[in-house]
T-cell receptor
Framework: QQQVKQSPQSLIVQKGGISIINCAYENTAFDYFPWYQQFPGKGPALLIAIRPDVSEKKEGRFTISFNKSAKQFSLHIMDSQPGDSATYFCAASKGSQAGTALIFGKGTTLSVSS | GAVVSQHPSRVICKSGTSVKIECRSLDFQATTMFWYRQFPKKSLMLMATSNEGSKATYEQGVEKDKFLINHASLTLSTLTVTSAHPEDSSFYIC?????????????FGPGTRLTVL
């Protein structure tokens, strides 16, 4: 059973547009939800993360929206730029427990056209 | 910021040989490190959790005798692929758990591309 479901699989957005990637989770024990950005041949880089005690977190052009009752969270990239073209992974973990690994979604390949 | 390095970045080896990959947390101590494997255009698959000073915990289906993990210090974990075969060719990525105050997250290394001929 896939614990973190991510959609869409791929996304094409015009420069300046808003990119939206959605994730849903099953395990209500998850309490830490990060988003990672990965360029080809590189390791994932932490973009932004949220915990369930807030419904939204914004850092620059990146915003996480979190809906605890629906067990969903999403990444919004405002004013998308060609340099944002990458694969994005959502993840979840029981962060309060020592040594708990992240469970990743399958990833979304974003292409921003100039 | 928290930086994690991996060495080597690329390795090509012959079938039957062993390859060691190092994962280091450069500016913080990591009691827990994780090893992932990633196939092209696929997500990260957790292989094992490595805790400093104790045996690694392997995920179901990962052979512990083939993928030897050692976490000898708070800044270094190693993954040794023993008797490598072409099907072991993959992108191996480590991450290190970073805890500071209320912040608790994972930072990833740049990955190691293993090609077994």
């Amino acid at each position: 059973q896939q614990q973190v479901k991510q959609s869409p699989q791929s996304l094409i957005v015009q420069k300046g547009g808003i990119s939206i990637i959605n994730c849903a989770y099953e395990n209500t024990a998850f309490d830490y939800f990060p988003w990672y950005q990965q360029f080809p041949g590189k390791g994932p880089a932490l973009l932004i993360a949220i915990r369930p005690d807030v419904s939204e977190k914004k850092e620059g052009r990146f915003t996480i929206s979190f809906n605890k009752s629906a067990k969903q969270f999403s990444l919004h990239i405002m004013d998308s730029q060609p340099g944002d073209s990458a694969t994005y992974f959502c993840a979840a973990s029981k962060g309060s427990q020592a040594g708990t690994a992240l469970i990743f979604g399958k990833g979304t390949t974003l292409s921003v056209s100039s | 910021g928290a930086v994690v390095s991996q060495h080597p970045s690329r390795v090509i080896c012959k079938s039957g040989t062993s390859v060691k990959i190092e994962c280091r947390s450069l500016d913080f101590q990591a009691t827990t490190m994780f090893w992932y494997r990633q196939f092209p255009k696929k997500s990260l698959m957790l292989m094992a959790t490595s805790n400093e000073g104790s045996k690694a915990t392997y995920e179901q289906g990962v052979e512990k005798d083939k993928f030897l993990i050692n976490h000898a210090s708070l800044t270094l974990s190693t993954l040794t692929v023993t008797s490598a075969h072409p099907e072991d060719s993959s992108f191996y990525i480590c991450s290190a758990r970073f805890r500071e105050g209320f912040s608790d997250t994972q930072y990833f290394g740049p990955g190691t591309r293993l090609t077994v001929l």
